[in-house]
């Protein structure tokens, strides 16, 4: 069971959108608001790609009034886009 949960963690991750809502949480709380005038697509786009996020338990909600503001749900999430990152760069490095 915990292979399915693992996938669907990276899949949601693999996505070039889904990726670019995470970093832009690494920093703390967002409004969806500040989501949609940042983001180049729908509201309605934006939001299957925090669903998605969200049942891959990678986000977490918080409604306040009208507001509803996302979050990392864990902490070793903001981990793995560091690790990530720092593969990314030292792969570069070693090309260059």
């Not at 670019?20 to 709380?29: A, N, P, R, T």
């Not at 864990?74 to 593969?87: A, G, P, R």
């Amino acid at each position: 069971m915990n292979i399915e949960r693992e996938v669907k963690l990276f899949k949601a991750l693999a996505h070039p959108i889904r990726l670019k809502i995470v970093k832009k949480l690494l920093s703390g709380e967002v409004c969806v608001c500040e989501l949609v005038e940042e983001a180049k697509f729908s509201q309605s786009n934006l939001s299957q790609h925090l669903k998605i996020l969200k049942e891959a338990e990678i986000l977490v909600s918080k409604k306040e009034g009208l507001k509803v503001n996302y979050s990392i749900y864990n902490e070793n999430i903001i981990s793995l886009i560091k690790i990530s990152e720092k593969i990314v760069a030292e792969n570069i490095n070693k090309l260059i």
